[in-house]
């Protein structure tokens, strides 16, 4: 029964994370807000690759597509292929300090932000601006404490 309950509280945690992708913000600010989703699908890819994997990267990115309201499964695609990556590679940046996760996770984040370019451009006809890249340096800048909060998370409520 501790399985199941660790699994609510995990997509508990995606939940939130969602609402924090959606929630209003002034244009100044919306501007800046870090990839929240993607974030919480990192960390618990990393933590507990067994239970948190690419197919919940796939379901959680396309929630984000049809909440944004993006083209459908551009959001879905990039964070399967840096789900991925995270995942074949999770004992290896679980040894590192947070402040290299934080560089690794600004690493990720760029990587998720140009595959949403281009898949956008190929599809939409976007254009790049710097101005893209942004949610990168917050995402870094906000990971240690999504991680500690996280990582503290599952310790209380014994997830495995």
């Not at 399985?3 to 600010?29: D, E, H, W």
């Not at 990587?111 to 949403?116: N, V």
């Not at 240690?144 to 990582?151: G, Q, V």
């Not at 599952?154 to 495995?160: H, V």
């Amino acid at each position: 029964m501790r399985r199941n309950g660790g699994l609510g509280f995990i997509y508990l945690s995606l939940l939130v994370a969602l609402l924090l992708t959606v929630m209003p913000m002034p244009q100044q600010v919306k501007l800046f807000r870090p990839d929240w989703a993607l974030l919480v699908v990192l960390y618990w890819t990393m933590a507990l690759p067994g239970r948190v994997n690419i197919l919940t990267a796939f379901v959680l990115g396309f929630l984000t597509d049809v909440l944004i309201g993006t083209v459908l499964g551009v959001n879905a695609l990039a964070f399967s292929v840096v789900a991925f990556i995270v995942a074949v590679n999770h004992l290896k940046i679980r040894n590192f300090s947070v402040i290299q996760q934080a560089l690794l996770m600004g690493l990720f984040l760029a990587l998720y932000h140009l595959l949403l370019f281009w898949l956008s451009h190929f599809l939409t006809g976007v254009y790049f601006l710097p101005a893209y890249l942004w949610p990168v340096l917050t995402g870094m800048l906000v990971w240690p404490w999504l991680f500690w909060l996280l990582r503290r998370y599952r310790r209380q409520f014994k997830i495995q």
